[in-house]
């Protein structure tokens, strides 16, 4: 049977009362405690909590002469009123919440708590020991010194040795006396870490001349740069790159080295391009580390539409190629794709010029027009003036255009055209231009001949204009229409088309690149449009050929 | 609060509130302690032996040897130290504490509970704790000091804060091993229990009803097919180590010793201990303070953060202005929805 005081503490539904003291009908005063609901007597003299019982009515079965009653019908002993029977889906809200300490240790948190901490406390010392003893109290038996001591020159070796500190003085006083207690060089980092190289070059990196066929990417160097400095160092570990520069199989060796500790440490150069499959993708984000080394060629869009037709064939697909995209790289790696493809057509043998529209591929028939690749945009396109120059130049050596593959005016001016220019002007007091030095009012020692015009012309990538869509009007024409060469133009800043028109009649340019009139039955026509907004230029777009009907 | 429901857990029947709140915050408890044990409770072990797998902290703390020399190394190390302490008293404890109720439910003195299903997954976690520090010791697998992940096949060598150039050899096996075990690991603690607590704790505290008999079925059928992936992990994993020590092991061997142990019953237990009980489902706490604040507060918490996942894993924003703005639009939203209501109320 359970006590008033268990009873009280005990769930009732809807009898929860507010928090605080009451005055019972009784007169006893009632207090909660923290935990339960209890009945204290506070008005006890001495304090005990005696109970104190209230005389109950006495039911006698007698009458006040003695008369022992008999029941009657209607006095029926009264039925026992029906306790309601608790709905068990009943929402119960207890209004006091018990202590902290009471959640924590129960009845027994007096001592239960306390010994909870004491054991922490102990486990953690124990713990702490047995590493501290087994690592730290006696780390290098040779050295000289105590512990602390040791210690420091870890500090003073980091601060002074390290060749990725930014207070990198090995012969700094202090880093000298802890060398020598340590009988090592001064030196120690850069010596070790030469060897370290050599050591891993021999092993995993095989170096191809340099020439992985990855650079890093400006996002690159910036999460590099980030994650070097979380770490004390500085970029100089990797030799202080810049975005573009070569990511070399040494870059990959340091790099996979330094991420072994965040789960990294076995990463290709694939898993470092944008959105490559490194354990480190996280801290990298969608930009990658590096990025696909320019060949000076891209992907078109007609080179990829003939691809996934071509891979259609064969029931294959762009994977092969890694789903490159227009204006992507176009890799020595894919070049070997290619010509490992198209061998049983009869290629196999193709060089990026080759895959150009135009070029003397084997798979010409299906490449089209349009071809597999275009020059990738170096931010230069030749002049009118620069052509005339050039033309003239090579006429003084007896020399002719093709050795620039008679490029056209706003052509893309590439790596390989700045090469011959140089070479060839070794002679001139030149062969050490930029392409900077050959625009306008440029520094080239070659200015005497160069003129006004300029060589090249700069354009600004992220400004320039372009064109698309280039085709002529009407697609059939007859001998008698007028022709009109059409395109779509887009400017980033919304300035007005300032583009020009040329047209080849059979090949060749019309003269002033007006619209040719006199035309025949067979005749092939097509159109280039060189895109400006009379600021930037930009490349120039050719058209498909119609033929004269 | 864990092991104290362990060691002192009141009387299953008692409707006394004070019973009532040591159950009650107790099951939260070995809830949360569950959703905490991340890898760090892999480390207990080595913490005991001075193993170096276990003195994580590296580059990673505030003070470190290179940085600050003695002083800062003393420091790094308490506090490591207290850390690890804390989570060996936390996995010791309740390992232990679960065999003592374990073993009074034995003796038919406790009822097996709610407290009996976590004394089972904390043993389970020690076989895996003692599984996986064992192999490491033993150079049978490699993972990173950082994650806990395995450490893929390869040479590596790198410099310790000490200036000492360290190398490690990962071979094929030691990569499968690793993948093996923090598979099921991760598998058991992530993708098992995880969401077992997270049902159990819904279903337990009312958040998800069951009444009818149908969905009572259902939640059977839910809980014991949880209940036979945790053996069928468990059953590879012994397979792992009978095959590592070279014992002889067999899948129908598995398979039959399975069915004897699920024709003991132990499931039922574990079954009947998941479903609602009408004091949980049905009894609760005032909270003291103000109840509108709570309510904003903690959906402003688990909602912020739900949007922010959702958001980012869709529009993957790459500027600030792209992360913070589909929040203000969210907020004038909820603020439009608000006012919008009121105000054509007002108009009519």
Known sequence: MPTDEENDSTIKPKRSRPVGRKKAGDGVERKRTNVGRRRVRTDDENGSAARRKRPRPVRRNTTEDGEVRKRTNSGRRRPTRRRKKRNENELVVIEELPSIRFIIGGEQSKWFIPACIISILLISLYGGMVSWNLQYADPDPSFDGTSREYHDCIAVNFKYGSRNSSDHEPYHPDNVKCAEKQGIDPNWSELEYQEWITSLLSDLAVDDGNHSGYVWTEAGIATMTYLVSTMNANMSVYYNPGAGDEFNATHLALWNSATIAFGGGNDSYEDLLPNGGTAMAMYIGSGGIVGHKPTGFIWTAVGLATMEYLFALNNANMSLYGYPSEGDVFTDAHLGIWNAATVGFGGGNDSFESLLPGGDSAMAMYIGAGGIVAVAPTGYVWTEEGLFTMEYLFALNNANMSLYGYPSEGDVFTEEHLGIWNAATVGFGGGNDSMEDLVPGGGSALALYIGAGGIVLWSNLTEMPTVANVSISPSAPAASDQLTCTYDYHDPQGDVDASTVRWYLNGARTLDDAVPSELSTGDEVSCSVLSSDGTNPGFRVHSEPVIIA | ?348
């Open chain 2, 1 to 348: 609060m864990g092991i104290r429901l362990f060691l002192f857990l009141p009387d299953a029947e008692s409707k006394d509130k004070k019973d009532m709140a040591l159950r009650r915050s107790g099951f939260f408890a070995l809830g949360a302690a569950v959703i905490f044990s991340d890898f760090m409770i892999f480390l207990v072990p080595g913490f005991f032996t001075g193993s170096a797998h276990t003195w994580w902290y590296m580059y990673f703390m505030n003070w470190s040897v290179v940085s600050h020399g003695f002083n800062g190394l003393v420091a790094t190390h308490i506090i490591t130290s207290f850390i690890m302490g804390i989570f060996s008293f936390m996995i010791i404890g309740l390992g232990l504490a679960g065999i003592y109720h374990l073993i009074l439910t034995f003796r038919k003195k406790r009822s097996f509970g709610v407290p009996g299903i976590f004394a089972v997954y904390f043993l389970l976690m020690w076989v895996m704790i003692l599984v996986r520090f064992i192999t490491i010791e033993l150079e049978l697998t490699a993972f990173t000091t950082m994650t806990g992940a395995p450490t893929s096949e390869g040479d590596y060598s790198w410099y310790d804060n000490n200036g000492y150039l360290n190398q490690q050899i990962v071979t094929a096996e030691m990569e499968s091993l690793s993948v093996v075990i923090y598979g099921l690991t991760s598998g058991f603690t992530d993708n098992l229990i995880y969401p077992c607590v997270a049902l159990m704790h819904a279903v337990k505290f009312g958040l998800i009803r069951i009444q009818t008999d149908a969905e009572k079925k259902v939640f059977r059928v839910l809980a014991l097919a949880l209940l036979v992936a945790i053996a069928a992990v468990f059953t590879e994993i012994l397979q792992e180590l009978l095959q590592i020590i070279g014992f002889f092991n067999n899948d129908i061997i598995f398979a039959v010793i399975c069915g004897l142990v699920l024709t003991t019953g132990w499931e039922k237990k574990l079954i009947d201990a998941l479903e609602p009980e009408a004091e949980t489902v049905n009894v609760s706490w005032k909270y003291p303070q103000n109840e509108n604040l709570l309510f904003w507060v903690v959906n402003a918490i688990i909602g912020t953060a739900f949007f922010l996942q959702v958001f980012i894993g869709v529009f993957n924003p790459e500027t600030y202005v792209a992360l913070v703005l589909p929040f203000i639009i969210l907020i004038t939203a909820i603020i439009a929805a608000n006012m919008l209501p009121r105000r054509l109320r007002n108009a009519n």
